[in-house]
């Protein structure tokens, strides 16, 4: 094993919070966990933007989500133009913003990806934001490769970190009383956790709303804060 290799699990998010590339910049590869079930109402297929100094959530619509069903068996919505009207929504509430002639065209790109499958839609929009805030992070594609899904919870985080020749896995903050350091420890695994930072930041004339979606971070700051707040996250 590489002395200190490191490796998070995620499951693909939909324009995620500046802690989930927090995550990202903290480790050597980032897999994406999308043979999961889908979770309702989380962040798997919307987020929030500041709308007039307040929240407000964007959403991609789907066909036939469930709980029942895994992330990646579930298609985008193609009767009607949501892209459009969202598109819309962000330029319209950003279009003051410092950013917004550099960041706008980047959030169309991602938006407008022609993909109809989940997994494969937000896989797409996690590299092209990879790579636009220049984390040299090794985005493993799926976690289908590993043929381990009878596995669950922490033997299966376990295993992947084994099959991928990891030294430490890096996990969230919030799995904290899901998974214990002694059961890695017994499979020569360091497990760490990231807290993330969420610094203030100006928005012009509107109120600051932390844990907003990364279009905010991109639009109000230039990218050499945005750089400082991708490596401001500790690990314990």
């Known amino acids: 094993m590489q002395a200190e290799r490191r490796l998070a699990i995620m499951q693909p998010y939909f324009f995620p919070y500046i802690g989930y590339f927090q995550l990202m910049a903290k ?8 043979d999961v079930n889908f979770i309702n109402k989380g962040w798997i297929n919307r987020n ?54 550099k960041v706008f065209p980047l959030i169309e790109r991602i938006v407008r990806h022609p993909a109809t499958n989940l997994a494969d839609y937000l896989l797409h929009s996690l590299t092209v934001l990879r790579d636009a805030l220049h984390l040299p992070t090794a ?17 299966r985080i376990i295993d992947i970190c084994l099959k991928e020749r990891t030294r430490v896995y890096v996990n969230a903050i919030g799995g904290m009383e899901l998974y214990a350091r002694s059961e890695f420890a017994d499979k020569g695994l360091e497990l760490k956790f990231l807290q993330p930072t969420l610094a203030p930041y100006a928005c012009g004339k509107l109120a600051h709303v932390p844990g907003l979606s990364i279009i905010d971070v991109l639009m109000w700051n230039d990218p050499a804060i945005v750089d400082d707040m991708l490596h401001s996250a500790t690990l314990s």
């Open 48 to 101: 929030r933007i500041n709308v007039g100094g307040a929240a407000h959530m964007v959403t991609v619509p789907l066909q036939q989500a469930s709980q029942n069903r895994l992330i990646c068996e579930i298609e985008l919505d193609v009767t009607s133009n949501w892209r459009d009207k969202m598109l819309k929504t962000i330029e319209q509430s950003y279009v003051r913003a410092p950013q917004f002639q």
């Open 139 to 155: 985005l493993i594609a799926t976690s289908r490769g590993y043929g381990n899904d009878a596995l669950k919870g922490q033997e």
């Open 27 to 34: 480790v050597d590869a980032f897999v994406v966990f999308d």
